[in-house]
């Protein structure tokens, strides 16, 4: 992989249309576990869209290789009432310098990525129960997310579903689920 933006692999005979989503596998830490769409250059070289890896700092040379991994396809999550993101945001540790009277504040990184939804239950679903099977397995899964207008959010990590509804008077049962994000969430 190039350190360049976007940032440009070369993998023999990839087999990627343009737009595909993959799961990127890689030594860079602000890169690996991430889901990418992709833009073909040619049989061999494809562009991973929205990584920028010029930065060889956070991207040193000489350790940009990796796996791509095409997602196959996604099952859509079953009656969704709400949606709510939490975390991505910086993260930031106080320090305390003897020869200072004031403290000051030092990024540190960002702090971990969930999002979280409530279900209208529905034990019965097939997708409600692929959720179960896979949050009980403890298997990590892409996510996608599309709004109004066509914009797509992606995330890779775990997803917990929980089995006990929610029961309220004059409203739906419901029950709720998280995906805790291992990697970035990238949106397009």
């Known amino acids: 992989m190039t350190n360049a933006y976007p940032c440009v692999a070369t993998c023999a005979g990839h087999g990627y249309l343009t737009g595909d989503p993959i799961l990127l596998s890689a030594l860079w830490e602000d890169a690996t576990d991430t889901v990418?769409?992709?833009?073909?250059?040619?049989?061999?070289?494809?562009?991973?869209l929205e990584?920028?890896?010029?930065?060889?700092?956070f991207f040193p040379?000489?350790?940009n290789t990796g796996s791509a991994q095409k997602i196959s396809g996604?099952?859509?999550?079953?009656q969704v009432l709400t949606i709510s993101g939490?975390?991505?945001?910086?993260?930031f540790t106080?320090?305390?310098?003897?020869?200072?009277?004031?403290?000051?504040?030092v990024p540190t990184g960002f702090n971990a990525t969930t999002v979280t939804m409530s279900l209208a239950h529905d034990a019965s679903n097939a997708a409600y129960k692929?959720?179960?099977?896979?949050?009980?397995?403890?298997?990590?899964?892409?996510?996608?997310?599309?709004?109004?207008g066509g914009a797509r959010t992606y995330g890779y990590g775990y997803l917990s579903v929980s089995e006990m509804p929610k029961l309220n008077s004059n409203q739906v049962n419901a029950v709720d689920a998280a995906m805790a994000l291992l990697g970035r969430a990238i949106s397009y």
């Open 51 to 57: 990584l920028d890896t010029s930065d060889t700092n």
């Open 94 to 105: 106080d320090v305390q310098l003897l020869a200072k009277r004031n403290a000051i504040k």
């Open 74 to 78: 996604f099952t859509a999550i079953p």
């Open 36 to 48: 990418y769409e992709v833009e073909v250059v040619d049989a061999n070289s494809f562009k991973i």
């Open 130 to 148: 692929t959720m179960l099977n896979i949050s009980r397995a403890l298997r990590k899964v892409a996510f996608k997310q599309v709004i109004a």
């Open 86 to 91: 939490s975390g991505g945001d910086a993260r």
């Open 61 to 63: 040379t000489g350790s």
